[in-house]
């Protein structure tokens, strides 16, 4: 993308972001005042500072190009957090409507075949108030129905669930057509079968005689949408008022909007399906949108063209407080996971790496003419001292330079953190509410099926082995309408199974005791009961949830006569929940969890079913009490971020403490293995070394391998970048590559150049592309010394440097130690020739 292209946007974006504007001021500041160290060169120093200027050009340009990029990047960081933030709601939302709607296409199935109500609607039975009773104990059990009606083949209306209704005759077009339907159909518009409203969603099937006969009439099932939509959207919508959320129709309509006052339902608007930043205007407004689409769920589509949608206006998008990622975690942490970020978030690292070079750059000029300065005291060179206030000027600049880049590297980072942290935990709540909206429709389900006539009948009567045969194929067709199970099985009030779908090996075995006296505890229809999540030999010894109902006496609601229990297909259906939350996402797990850790289901199979997560029981805590909590992590050796969540219930699920299992979601993200300390010191490079002394000796100082060494300051040309390096055929000793360089000043000549970690350990090692090769001559051999960082140069008096041998220094090359700081710091200095004969010796063996 060309510099105009890239500006465009960042320009467009600026006037909401005054924290970015307020960087981009102090590091523009920051390049005037280059401009002027350069201009101060040339008038008063010019010949002096001939060798300098073109570095100081060529890091200015580069200073200037990082200005422009950081900016850019914190701009389109904060862009992507907002569209990412919304995307993810906007998915979120239309996952959960979508799996909540393709329950109502099985239950819609199920109940047109309810034996009572096909008695009814044919003419079989005629207690119309029985009929109404019946609708509303199904609607009771399920709150998520406003109304459910039947109707004969002309329209009238022969009952319905609601008791203030009075509505006797539909002219809906939908009756006719659902009479013709070979399933159910889905309706959603205005209706007469809901009169005083604007719109409504409808489910409805064709009823036949029982035993399969003639269609004698339609069931309808109104969804209460309006009720739903509500919930989702407070559940998912922006608290703090920064976007809207809307649901739209196939022609980008609102359908529902979250806040009808902003967006009111039935305009058209503006959508953004791809990954576009580009802002979009509606309304004489400018919003950043995402757009979600639903790739259906068990081959159900959802209502034809719908989407949700977020959008966010320019002026209040940027407004919300981000939480301080950074202040809970130790820096250890943070910089030992800053040393990954090419892992989660490339840009970053390179912004860090640019930064870095540009660091070095700066380093390596006041290096290169201290050097210069030792040199003209001692008479080797011309007298440079006007140059060292220009030197002193680039060091304090460069040093603010390095401060200003490493702040905004921070704020870049801490954008990323906070938005990583954002969307763990947007996703742990969206597992557990998946969760129990799923579990909502377990415990409806097994208390619909236990009013099922045929069984309460054939129970009541004690003849259920002359009805096996009738039992079993009700509950296979119940099971082809709802697969999230892989057995519904009946048991008499002993505890027998009876019937089964399925293996029929579990027919006549008994359900457990515990079981048993629960089921028959049950005080009501609307009551049921949960095995705690465990293995079971009904669901092949794999841990699962198995949900109960009493079945009663068709005459006695009191006396239960035996029960119905529903295996669900927990492998399966768990780990699709866990995967929709993570799909996409690199290094990324799921888990659902008990309290305690214990693994109930987990997108990593190192951690199995009845496993204990080995995580930090903090967070697991916090989530149990608070609801949720997220955080940076060390998990199985890796940087992490892990977020975690509690069930909370859905409707009057969960209402009654203690019935249902607690359960919680961890969602744990990984960026790379965790430092150790060593390596987490070496990053931050070694400390300043204080002048103490105006008369001595002058060393040049850099670090090899995380060891600060020394060389004789007389001895050294310059420093070079490593890049400029022509690399050779490996070679079993130090030698690297070759360097094209201008000595004296006549001609150029091709030195070596050594790996000086190499020649003082013998080892072999990765080479850093962002090293520096120093420039040593003795006489008339050059040669050039890779290390990983020019330090400094330092003068020090005689008695600061003791001679001694190196334990770990292989070729012999130490002298000495140099104690600086009154002894704190101790710098390895090495012997210049003693260097050129190793040097020597390897070239010779070569």
């Not at 959508?271 to 580009?278: K, R």
């Not at 699920?653 to 979601?665: I, K, M, W, Y």
């Amino acid at each position: 993308m060309s510099q105009e292209s890239q500006a465009r946007p960042v320009e467009s974006f600026l006037p909401y972001m005054p924290d970015v504007v307020q960087r981009q001021a102090a590091l523009h500041e920051l390049h005037q005042t280059w401009r002027l160290i350069e201009a101060s060169a040339k008038m008063n120093c010019p010949v002096e500072a001939r060798l300098l200027l073109p570095a100081v050009l060529a890091t200015r340009t580069d200073l200037v190009q990082l200005e422009r990029d950081l900016v850019a990047n914190m701009v389109l960081e904060k862009v992507r957090g907002v569209l990412g933030e919304a995307a993810t709601r906007a998915q979120y939302a239309l996952d959960l409507l979508v799996r909540n709607l393709f329950e109502r296409t099985a239950d819609v199935g199920f109940l047109a075949s309810d034996l009572d109500l096909c008695r009814f609607v044919s003419g079989q039975a005629t207690d119309s108030e029985a009929a109404r009773r019946r609708l509303a104990a199904y609607r009771d059990k399920y709150t998520v129905y406003d109304d459910i009606l039947l109707l004969r083949p002309d329209g009238t209306v022969l009952a319905q669930a609601d008791a203030s209704g009075r509505l006797a005759h539909s002219s809906d077009p939908l009756v006719a057509a659902t009479l013709g339907a070979p399933g159910y159909i889905e309706t959603f518009r205005a209706s007469d079968l809901r009169p005083g409203h604007a719109r409504a969603l409808l489910y409805s099937r064709a009823m036949r005689e029982p035993g399969g006969g003639a269609v004698t009439g339609v069931l309808v099932l109104s969804f209460r949408f309006e009720h739903e939509l509500t919930a989702i959207f407070q559940a998912y919508s922006d608290r703090e008022g920064r976007a809207t959320m809307l649901l739209l129709d196939a022609d980008n309509r609102v359908v529902s909007s979250a806040d009808p006052l902003w967006i009111a339902p039935g305009v058209q608007v503006p959508v953004s399906l791809d990954e576009s930043t580009a802002s979009r205007m509606f309304a004489g407004r400018e919003y950043l949108v995402r757009t979600f689409a639903s790739n259906g769920y068990q081959g159900y589509p959802g209502p034809p063209g719908w989407k949700t949608q977020v959008m966010a206006p320019l002026d209040l998008a940027f407004r919300g407080v981000r939480q301080d990622a950074a202040s809970q975690v130790a820096p250890g942490m943070l910089q030992g996971l800053l040393s990954h970020a090419h892992t989660f978030n490339p840009a970053l690292h390179t912004l860090m790496s640019s930064v870095s070079g540009t660091t070095q750059a700066i380093k390596r000029i006041v290096w290169n003419g201290k050097i210069s300065s030792v040199k003209a005291a001692h008479g080797e060179v011309r007298d440079s001292s006007r140059l060292n206030p220009v030197l002193d000027q680039i060091t304090e600049t460069g040093e603010r330079s390095d401060a200003a880049f490493s702040q905004s590297i921070q704020g870049l980072y801490q954008t990323v953190l906070a938005s990583s942290l954002q969307a763990a935990a947007f996703t742990a709540q969206l597992l557990v509410d998946m969760l129990d909206r799923s579990l909502y429709e377990r415990a409806n389900d097994c208390r619909w099926w236990a009013l099922a006539g045929q069984l309460r009948q054939a129970l009541a009567c004690g003849d259920e082995q002359e009805k096996t045969p009738g039992i079993g194929a009700l509950l296979h067709h119940i099971n082809g309408l709802y697969t999230v199970y892989t057995r519904l099985f009946v048991y008499d009030r002993s505890g027998r199974i009876v019937a089964t779908t399925g293996s029929q090996d579990v027919v006549g075995g008994q359900v457990p005791g515990e079981t048993l006296r629960a089921v028959a505890g049950l005080r009501s229809e609307m009551d049921h009961y949960v095995e705690p999540f465990g293995p079971s030999p009904l669901y092949d010894g794999r841990p699962t949830f198995i949900y109960h109902a009493a079945i009663r006496h068709p005459e006695r609601d009191a006396t239960v006569v035996g029960g119905i229990g529903i295996v669900f297909d927990s492998a399966v259906e768990l780990r699709n929940m866990l995967d929709s939350g993570v799909a996409g996402r690199a290094n990324m797990h799921a888990f659902l969890v008990s309290p305690d850790g214990r693994v109930l289901c987990g997108t990593d199979s190192s951690h199995p079913p009845g496993s204990v997560l080995p995580l930090e029981r903090a967070l697991l805590e916090a989530a149990s009490q608070q609801g949720h909590d997220a955080r940076i992590v060390a998990h199985g050796g890796q940087y992490c971020v892990a977020a975690c969540a509690r069930a909370q219930g859905y409707r009057e699920f969960r209402a009654v403490t203690g019935r249902e299992q607690p359960v919680l979601s961890v969602l744990l993200q990984s960026f790379g293995p965790v430092r150790s300390a060593p390596e987490i010191a070496a990053m931050g490079g070694h400390a300043r070394v204080r002048p103490e002394h105006e008369y001595g000796r002058n060393y040049a100082l850099f670090e090899v391998d995380g060891v600060l060494m020394a060389l004789d300051a007389g001895a050294v040309v310059e420093a070079v970048p490593f890049a400029r390096v022509k690399r050779t055929p490996p070679s079993d000793g130090a030698r690297i590559g070759m360097l094209d360089v201008d000595i004296d000043k006549e001609r150029r000549h091709f030195v070596w150049v050594f790996d000086l970690a190499r020649l003082t350990s013998g080892r072999s090692r990765a080479l850093r592309g962002d090293g520096q090769v120093i420039l040593v001559r003795d006489g008339a051999t050059t040669i050039g010394l890779l290390v990983d960082d020019v330090h400094s140069v330092q003068c020090f008096a005689p008695q600061a440097a003791s001679p001694v041998g190196m334990a770990g220094d292989e070729a012999g090359i130490t002298v000495g130690l140099i104690k600086a700081n009154g002894g704190e710091i101790l710098i390895q200095e090495i012997g210049v020739k003693k260097i050129l004969a190793q040097v020597c010796s390897v070239m010779a063996a070569a």
